[in-house]
């Protein structure tokens, strides 16, 4: 997600209890405003081009559940400490992560099979993710 969009986003918190969900991103030089897309916390898309009530309905229901599913990230074996996963090299390979830890301005990552120096290894990424974390893996290698 371009970092103008992100910046632009607009908070969806649970009614039950407050927890942020997501947010609402709008693209206001297409479409006025009038329609969002349905973001999930670390900035993935859930829900395209919906109203606004629509989108919020969305991500109450599924927001935080997105954030369960299987992700993938360019990163080496083993996976170090000092690793910055926005910067891959040519080398490393699509392995799958999984999210452990969120707060307003990274989320921790770990392999989700890991080798075993990567077993007490997990990296912080800066928010939006959605870049570095992919639903998934490209079929070959570019």
């Known amino acids: 997600m371009e970092i103008d969009r992100w910046r632009s986003r607009l908070p969806v918190t649970r009614s039950s209890d407050g927890e942020l969900v997501g947010w609402t991103v709008s693209d ?5 405003g009038e329609l969002v897309d349905a973001v999930n916390p670390v900035g993935h898309v859930v829900a395209e081009d919906l109203p606004l009530e629509d989108a919020i309905d969305v991500l109450e229901h599924h927001g935080l559940g ?4 299987p992700y993938w990230a360019r990163a080496p074996l083993p996976v170090v400490s000092e ?4 910067r891959p ?5 699509w392995r799958r992560m999984v999210m452990t830890q969120l707060d307003d301005t990274k989320v921790w990552v770990r392999p989700a099979y890991p080798s075993y120096p990567e077993r007490m290894v997990e990296l912080a990424v800066p928010l939006p993710v959605d870049d570095v974390l992919v639903a998934e893996p490209p079929v070959t290698d570019e």
């Open 28 to 32: 206001l030089a297409l479409d006025s």
């Open 66 to 69: 997105s954030l369960s599913a």
């Open 83 to 86: 690793l910055d996963l926005r």
């Open 89 to 93: 090299r040519a080398d490393w390979t």
